[in-house]
């Protein structure tokens, strides 16, 4: 199994004191002045400024524009006065930038140029140099500029979730390709999960060096897997990946989707804040996560199309279900939802969401 240590530890700079962010003191399990919120996905589709400024722009083109990333993440805190700012970018961004041939097709998600399905496809993979992201360093460096005092979360895609991408090609319902090559040659997947891990870790320390306030792991394809695949085949190269971030001293926080029956196998990663999605109660998940973490969410995405008092009524349920968990050992609760916001979501209803939760 290949765990060893990858990118050497590199110490991080001061970073800005944000002694006020709601958002910090909940990842850290201090009390805040508020309850903080801010939503996945809350940059992008849903909101007309963020459609209008990408315009004649692809994706992958955008993410590597420091001041278009800027400006799309920033718009949202504009609009919602959300708690956080999540840099806008995609979990493909270290691939492309390593030289692996990739794009992100409309409509159908990240698609991979040469799948990665044998021993010899993993040896020929490239290793992420951190200059070739230097675009996002310094939207990093810009935001921190911009943001005054709310907190800016960095993030990365999961190794498994990259995985996945790289050896199905593309999107996939049932990732037979992954599992199959996890059960038929775990000495390949390992190597792959290694060199994964390797540049999500330069990655997260890029953004972390330029002056990120907290980091998120995206492991969104996770739930496919049962709890003894997760154990076996994930949790390790997850387990260094949190460890070799750690010195940064900053919340670190692993989400999934439908990963309710790993929540406790997640928790053993190393993250202070577990995401929790909507299927999920929050107090169940305490319960599943263990003392002494956070927890993040998880108000279902969908139900923000149906109408003003069913939305409030879910969020103070919500509320109500995250003070519970605070009794059974979570340290704390942001406030989130269960996964991305759904491109057709009123931003209206996100700002009346926000206002609740702040009242509440």
Not at 62 to 82: A, G, K, M, N
Not at 145 to 153: K, S, T, Y
């Amino acid at each position: 199994m290949s765990t060893k240590p990858g990118p050497a530890a590199l110490s991080y700079p001061t970073r800005r004191q944000l002694s006020q962010s709601p958002f910090l003191a909940a990842a850290a399990g201090r009390r805040p002045a508020r309850r903080p919120v801010w939503f996945m996905r809350q940059a992008g589709r849903s909101l007309p400024e963020y459609r209008e400024i990408r315009v004649g722009r692809g994706m992958l083109e955008s993410c590597f524009d420091p001041e278009l990333v800027c400006e799309i993440t920033l718009q949202p805190v504009r609009r919602h006065d959300v708690d956080a700012a999540i840099l806008f970018s995609d979990i493909v961004v270290p691939l492309k930038a390593a030289g692996i041939g990739l794009d992100i097709v409309a409509g159908v998600g990240p698609v991979i140029d040469n799948p990665v399905r044998t021993a010899a496809d993993v040896a020929a993979l490239p290793r992420l140099r951190p200059e070739e992201v230097g675009a996002v360093a310094e939207a990093v460096r810009l935001l921190v500029d911009e943001l005054g005092d709310v907190a800016l979360i960095g993030f990365a895609g999961a190794p498994f979730t990259l995985a996945s991408y790289l050896v199905e090609g593309g999107p996939s319902r049932n990732h037979e390709k992954t599992k199959a090559l996890m059960h038929a040659d775990p000495a390949t997947w390992h190597t792959l999960l290694g060199v994964l891990t390797d540049i999500t870790i330069t990655f997260l320390q890029v953004q972390l060096r330029a002056g990120v306030d907290a980091v998120q792991l995206f492991d969104s394809w996770a739930g496919t897997l049962s709890l003894e695949q997760y154990r076996q085949f994930v949790l390790p190269h997850s387990q260094r990946l949190f460890a070799e971030v750690e010195a940064a001293g900053v919340p670190r926080i692993h989400f999934g989707v439908g990963t309710g029956e790993l929540l406790g196998a997640m928790s053993e990663a190393g993250a202070d804040v577990v995401g929790v999605d909507w299927r999920v109660p929050l107090a169940e998940a305490a319960r599943r996560v263990g003392p002494g973490k956070a927890l993040q969410g998880n108000l279902d995405p969908a139900v923000l199309f149906a109408g003003t008092e069913p939305v409030a009524a879910e969020v103070r349920r919500v509320v109500a279900d995250a003070d519970r968990a605070l009794t059974l050992g979570a340290t704390g609760h942001i406030f989130n939802l269960g996964h991305g916001v759904l491109p057709d979501t009123d931003p209206d209803v996100l700002t009346s969401v926000v206002e609740l939760v702040h009242s509440l």
